[in-house]
């Protein structure tokens, strides 16, 4: 029973996807008598939390229920008063939570305050699909630092274009549209200056109720052209250029067209990544999608920065020594220094597959 409350809690937290960062995506569920009288997710950043946002749907008197949470209540006044306040008025009986905040301002606090309160309080319910439901959060808490997933196309035999460059497009339309919803998921996208000049992309969200991320270039010498699609949309979509030297008058021009342009520590000929970071960090940005080329993923790759990848496979074969990879540079030597991916999904997508993990921590 417990279990099926907090799966249609996790379920529903997910509707949050790619509209609460930096915040956690949370769900709740009011049960009473063994009926759902109320659910409600956090549906936004600087919005209702889910448990506010459950007892104002409440369609009976929820005094002597029972809460399901994903996360522990929070005891704070951020950008909404306490969740726990608001439990405790309620006269709800019983809070079973997913797992606990490690935000400092309440890890464990909230608990407490509910049992203060009279209210029994079991925790640690599905907590490892709660706690996964929020590896970007606990990440960006507990490390101070963007979350980074690298993703790429690429061939069965490991091209990402052909030997001219070609690589429009490798994988089919689904997988395209798939990574439209993981872009939408991320709160911004980062690329090399290469990309920028070879595809020219938008690197925006082409779905119906899609959240653009904020755009990320990476041009240490800026060479970006006045011309490219990220530059004139910039006053759409926020785009950074994350440069270490660059001609003043064409930065002034590229920042009336709407661009930021961030002037950053230099690190073996390129910008520095950790710099670029850290950057983000200040601009509350908790998680960064890298569709870069193979410089970019082997300098992320090195900066040991990167916590996910998704790749995405077509049944196709391309072959040619010069024929560009996911993961370029001089690479490593012995297979123990191998970067490792553990918790592996697969998903067949159209003709293509998609593979992803976690990068291992060692
Ligand atoms: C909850 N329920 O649905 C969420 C929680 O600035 P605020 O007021 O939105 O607070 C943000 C913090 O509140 C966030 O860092 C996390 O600790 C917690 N998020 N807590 O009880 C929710 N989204
Ligand atoms: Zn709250």
């Known amino acids: ?33 063994g009926e759902i009288i109320g659910e409600g997710w956090h549906e936004k950043i600087g ?72 209210i029994e309080v079991m925790t640690g319910i599905m907590e490892k699909e709660c706690r996964e439901l929020n590896d970007v959060f606990f990440y960006y808490i507990q490390h101070d630092m963007p979350y980074v997933a690298l993703k790429y196309a690429m061939t069965m035999d490991g091209k990402i274009a052909t030997r001219t460059g070609e690589s429009k497009w490798i994988t089919g339309d689904e997988a395209r549209r798939h990574t439209h919803r993981l872009r939408h998921r991320y709160a911004a996208i980062m690329a090399g200056i290469g990309t920028i000049i070879s595809d020219d992309p938008m690197l925006n969200v082409r779905l119906e109720n899609g959240n653009n991320p904020v755009r990320i270039i990476c041009d240490s010498r800026l060479r970006i052209p006045e011309t490219a699609k990220v ?23 590229l920042e009336q067209a709407g661009c930021s342009v961030w002037n950053l520590p230099e690190e073996k000929g390129h910008v520095s990544l950790k ?17 870069g080329g193979g410089i970019l993923n082997e300098a992320l790759v090195k900066s040991g920065c990167v916590n996910y990848v998704h790749t995405y496979i077509a049944p196709k074969i391309i072959g040619g020594e010069s024929a560009k990879t ?22 067949k997508i159209g003709e293509d597959v998609l593979l992803e993990g976690k990068v291992k921590k060692c």
């Open 326 to 347: 996911p993961v370029e540079g001089e690479g490593i030597g012995k297979l123990s220094e191998a970067l490792i991916l553990e918790h592996i999904k697969m998903k």
């Open 1 to 33: 029973m417990e279990r099926k409350f907090m799966e249609r809690a996790v379920w529903i937290a997910r509707r949050g996807a790619g509209w609460t960062n930096p915040n956690p995506m949370v769900g709740a569920v009011i049960v009473k008598e």
């Open 47 to 118: 919005g209702l939390h889910a448990e506010r946002n459950a007892l104002k749907n409440c369609k009976k008197d929820p005094r002597g229920a029972d809460l399901y949470v994903t996360l522990e209540p929070c005891c704070h006044y951020g950008k909404t008063p306490p969740c726990t306040d608001a439990i405790i008025r309620s006269g709800i009986k019983r809070v079973y939570i997913g797992c606990l905040d490690p935000n400092p301002k309440v890890a464990g606090k909230g608990a407490e305050i509910l049992k203060d309160n009279e």
């Open 275 to 291: 710099a670029v970071l850290r950057e983000l960090r200040k601009q509350e940005i908790d998680s960064v999608l890298v569709e």
């Open 231 to 253: 530059v004139e949309t910039a006053k759409e979509i926020p785009t950074i250029i994350a440069i270490c030297s660059g001609d003043l008058q064409k930065i002034r021009r």
